[in-house]
């Protein structure tokens, strides 16, 4: 069982930035690759960033390749998106993802909204 919890997320004017985090309990965090999702209502959630269990990989929708960041710390068991260069089109809310089978694990989300 893994109990994930997304937090700062907020209001940020266009080209600002905002390093989200994605704090997860279990001891299968370690292990599982972390995904990043955002969506906007009335829309299907849209895959961001993506990291694998070891952190060495990392995968971006081209939306925001270049702008955004996602790294992990074990440690600490938390996955971080760091985004700069915000825009509008950004606003969402954002949610971290872990699939350990038979089933995938979300969070409650983070809402960023980018308006001046």
């Known amino acids: 069982q893994v109990q994930l919890v997304e937090s700062g997320g907020g209001l940020v004017q266009p080209g600002g930035s905002l390093r989200l985090s994605c704090a997860a309990s279990?001891?299968?965090?370690?292990?599982?690759?972390v995904r990043w999702y955002r969506q906007v209502p009335g829309n299907e959630r849209e895959l961001v960033a993506r990291?694998?269990?070891?952190?060495?990989?990392?995968d971006y929708a081209g939306s925001v390749k270049g702008r955004f960041t996602i790294s992990r710390d074990d440690a600490k068991n938390t996955v971080y998106l760091q985004m700069n260069s915000l825009k509008p089109e950004d606003t969402a809310v954002y949610y971290c993802?872990?699939?350990?089978?038979?089933?995938?694990?979300w969070g409650q989300g983070t809402q960023v909204t980018v308006s001046s």
């Open positions: 990291i694998s269990s070891d952190g060495a990989i990392t």
């Open positions: 993802n872990i699939y350990l089978p038979p089933r995938d694990y």
């Open positions: 279990g001891s299968t965090f370690s292990s599982s690759a």
